[in-house]
């Protein structure tokens, strides 16, 4: 059996196209578990519609505790051997789930398997995530060669349960998600990633992600350390020690802490292709990295006034 985790929060324009695409899945065998996370709006009594119309759809209700309560609430009530997550402002591609419990019914020694996905559908910056047949036996490898660092999302995955036997998400946080994968791979002898599948990952204005401030950002910065300390070797990855540098910038920018990160050096500025890529590089290799933060958040105080 596959159990669907669906957090539910104020979504009463999103909350029927997500259902009804997890419903249009082709798994019979499958647990539907909404979690009404306190909402103020329709919601609630849509969740409790829609488990009248389906047998498989489960509704919890509770205080609005968050995203993290949200799912760790789906993850104590699921029976399913294989368990899944979905933001009820997305949805997913006819069909998925079918192909994707085969193939892991073909791979038993899969413990998740992760598939693509479109990235801000309906924005101008919509894109998608493609992914080859590849399969990870370590954090460093799926965070470094597999590029694991820009898609350590919880949702475009399938995962066998015993992974969260001793594993839940940090509750009132933000990007959990990167939080709460170094705790997932001590539970995980392969990821896997397939070309198959597609998850619908929507330009949401009012989302965590568009509206991230200071504090946010600096539990980004938390989950990509808490990365860094168990793997230091991470860093010696020019594409992940950028996105951790900028993560690093923004957060210094928005709320003045001290840096945290790792300081290392660029051997070919060149190679890092983008011009703000590579005059942050020399200014880190020549001038350090308070340098480098302090004239960051100078550029963009400037650059906003224009």
Not at 115 to 129: A, M, Y
Request: glycine share 6%.
């Amino acid at each position: 059996m596959l159990s669907v985790i669906i957090p539910v929060y104020n979504v009463q324009t999103t909350l029927d196209r997500c259902l009804a695409s997890i419903l249009r899945q082709g798994v019979e065998e499958m647990q539907v578990i909404l979690v009404d996370d306190g909402s103020t709006d329709e919601s609630s009594s849509k969740c409790e519609s829609w488990a009248k119309k389906d047998c498989r759809i489960e509704v919890m209700h509770q205080q609005n505790k968050g995203l993290s309560a949200a799912r760790n609430a789906g993850l104590d009530k699921a029976k399913g051997e294989l368990v899944t997550f979905v933001d009820s402002d997305d949805f997913v591609q006819d069909g998925t789930y079918a192909t994707l419990i085969e193939k892991l019914e073909q791979h038993p020694e899969y413990d998740i398997l992760e598939f693509p996905v479109f990235i801000g559908f309906g924005s101008k910056d919509e894109h998608p995530l493609k992914l080859k047949d590849e399969c990870f036996n370590s954090l460093p490898d799926y965070w470094v060669r597999g590029g694991g660092f820009s898609h350590a999302y919880a949702w475009n995955k399938i995962y066998r349960k015993h992974i969260f036997d001793d594993v839940r998400f940090p509750e009132g946080r933000v990007f959990e998600d990167v939080q709460t994968i170094p705790d997932i791979f001590k539970h995980c002898k392969c990821l896997a990633t397939t070309k198959q599948g597609l998850y619908y990952y929507c330009a949401n204005e009012n989302g965590i992600t568009a509206k991230a401030g200071g504090e946010h950002i600096r539990m980004l910065l938390e989950g990509y350390m808490k990365v860094v300390g168990q793997y230091p070797e991470v860093i010696n990855d020019d594409a992940f020690y950028i996105d951790l540098l900028n993560t690093q910038l923004e957060t210094y920018r928005l709320t003045g802490d001290k840096p945290v990160i790792p300081v290392r050096k660029f051997s070919n500025v060149a190679s890092l292709g983008k011009k703000s890529y590579q005059w942050k590089a020399h200014i880190l290799n020549t001038f350090g990295l308070n340098t480098l933060c302090q004239i960051t958040k100078v550029a963009v105080k400037a650059t906003a006034k224009r």
